[in-house]
């Protein structure tokens, strides 16, 4: 990258200012515009170089996705992929839709496995089947090799760009073929020992190679791990990104039925992994089928579409409501008991959302699973006996001042010591069956459960009362 | 490593039985055990060095922490810490708190800075304080150091062992060099350029080392890339997980006030803290103050006073809708107005829910900030139209045949529509405005919108009514 003194306008005071994600950063548009304006090709290869890409692409943002591609259009290629590679989803597809195929064709070729494959996913297919024909032979069945897996599976978030080397090696000769080959691969840290037909034989580290290195001719078959962790293709990329997580691996090896390495997964998918499912699981949790693209990019049609679906569920439950006051109609002649009709109601509901939640998220983190039930029923329950108390306390005060008579009011903490018991363990029990039967449990959302609950809260409400009164 | 045909018991038949976070694994329970019976050290020292370190980890599961130790001190000691590290945190203070303090000592000075001082917070103090004269000098005083950053930042979350050299050496003596020190270091790949008194100059990758093998003699003064992206030492551990991710790196330097390197954060630190962050957004949004530890571990009556926190404020707003319902006593004198209570209610609740959570997760992902609010006004305002319509039309229906006349059956709709619309509004801006103000928006969780819309429907339901007969 070599020093960047020359490049006045971009001093590191100004540099300082810059924060990931802040607004669009304007503080170079200016500068750039007019090199574009004046066609500054060596102003412009200067910017493209200075700073790491993933800055360099934040300066960027500012710009059209025709004005971006023509500054990149000005670095050397290993830096205008690495550019392209940070830049927003948005503007990369804006540009393969617009540009110009060849140069367009030689970026993808360039580009890492995995994500250009995420990046053709996101255009408009007619481009790429007239962009495919002119990238190298090799790249493009890649690419056409990938995108058979399916989305979500580790095949589909792997990248084939791999260190491999024969066991045969030694110290000395795995470091100057991993010199020769880094250029294009993602990670050098991890080199596979593979055998005939790519057959997963071993791991050496970087770190091992260069801790040898005062014994260059030690060979890698003396060196290797042999007890490797390994996923194939088809694994769910949840599972995946579990098993990194939990070893602190920098990358793991994808093997076929066979034990072929087809390719590897790093760190940094595995974030981007473990990012994608937080969100889903938060859109799960509020009612909301998850997005594919930001909230902002999403179309308020399809937006509107992805809630209508959980919310038409919830108005039929909440449909099941008002049926079940109609045929209670005789108790609600007690005008007071309708005041704390929305009180009871949502008691269990919030019980019940909690309960879900610390159940769905332990199942999620797997700190419990199915087989804990019964410490679980048992935890629900005396959790649910302790708020319950607390709560009819409080609704007993409530009562004493706006039912007919203190016998009366006792409607009020009784009914709200049921809900809140059935709340718990609803809350808590839904999520479990639906784990047993093999369902995601964030399928279970605090609203779904609330209204769920709901019901329940509004029999034993007038039972209650009918009884009592 | 080297090969482990010895070991026969471990046959990679019975190995590939094995999946993380699977029950209790006691395929070798009993093994084990008659080892450490019969005082089989070569054994013992044989399980302890054929797999990785956190398979065998998994396979020690059942074990009590006295017989975990007991097999971990037949291994050699780096094996003992690796394997000691991928232990349950209950397993690990169990030992600690158990076993022969000098032993222990030496334990926990070859252990990872950052992960000793995580440990060391959970360990009874009166322990610790035993335990720390017997730490040799060097790694108590970084112990110390590192305990003295407050939880959630930066510092608390680094490690002080950093591959660190002087930009004079040439590519071959850096090498060399790293080799050394690779015993000691958690990552090698990144390698800091430090001036004097530690002061941050610039950054090597191990990748560049190995690809300039051939010129053995640059310097690393001529190699090292000088913009670097770092963090302080008391940036929130949020907004560094957040560099890292953004910026695909492997670890990411952490400095004083002054830019001197004080320690490193590395990818598998990254992941630990999004997952944590994870968790504590998907408890917030349930309504529950987030554990500190898992489900099952935390005390019941803990459990209960972090749930109680939220239930109290929720039954505060649900105490409200009692007393907005008193209040309008009079429409509720028309009985079917009731039973369409819930349904209005729980309406306004659900579409207000699905808004905050997408506003939510927006700002946490920073995709939205709350100068959008405009556009996400706009986008709220005709998504709670679209759905309002759509659940109006479902409600007209259900109205018509409950209510006494076509005309006053026209009240749900309505009612519906305000509703919604209302719900949206709402649950897009009090997550903005929370933001605004400098808050966690995650506080507002699903419920407590929804506890708030509740209020808000009643009394628009009650002057609809009013109104309109």
Known sequence: MGDCS????????????????????????????????ADDAVGLREFCSALHAGRTADFMEGLT?????????????????????????????????????????????????????????????????????????????DILR???????????????????????????????????????????????????????????????????????????SDLMKRDLVTVEATDDQETVAEKVADFDFLAIPVVDAEQHLVGIITHDDVIDVLQEEATEDAYLAGAVEPL??????????????????????LFGFALLTAIALESYGKALEAVWLVWFLPLVISSGGNTGSQSATLIIRALTTKEISPSDWLSIVWRELMMGALLGAFLSAIGYLAGYFLAPSPTAALVIPITLMLVVLCGTMLGALLPLLFKKMGLDPALMSTPFVAGIIDIVGIVLYMNVAIYLL
């Open 146 to 220: 990938l995108r058979a897996y399916p989305e979500g599976t580790a095949g589909s978030v792997m990248t084939t760009e791999v260190a491999r080397l024969p066991e045969t090696l030694t110290v000395r000769e795995a470091l100057e073929e991993i010199g020769r080959q880094a250029q294009d691969l993602e990670t050098i840290y991890y080199i596979y020992i593979v055998g005939s037909e790519n057959h997963l034989r071993g791991l050496v580290s970087a770190r091992q190679l260069v801790t040898h290195l005062g014994k260059p001719s030690t060979l890698l």
């Open 65 to 141: 996705p025709v004005e971006a591609w023509a500054v990149l259009r000005a670095a050397d290629r290993p830096t205008r992929v690495k550019i392209f590679g940070f830049l927003e989803e948005e503007v990369q597809v804006s540009i393969l839709e617009s540009g110009e195929p060849t140069e367009l064709a030689e970026l993808i070729a360039e580009m890492p496995p995995d994500d250009r494959v995420d990046l053709l996913n996101e255009v408009d297919p007619a481009v790429v089947e007239k962009m495919l024909p002119l990238v190298p032979t090799e790249e493009r069945r």
């Open 6 to 37: 020359q490049l006045k306008t971009l001093s590191s005071a100004k540099a300082a200012n810059f924060g990931i994600h802040s607004m669009i950063n304007t503080l170079y548009l200016p500068e750039l515009r007019e090199m574009l304006a």
């Open 292 to 313: 594919e693209e930001s909230y902002l990019a999403t179309p308020l049609l399809h937006l509107t579409r992805l809630r209508a679906g959980w919310l038409t569920v």
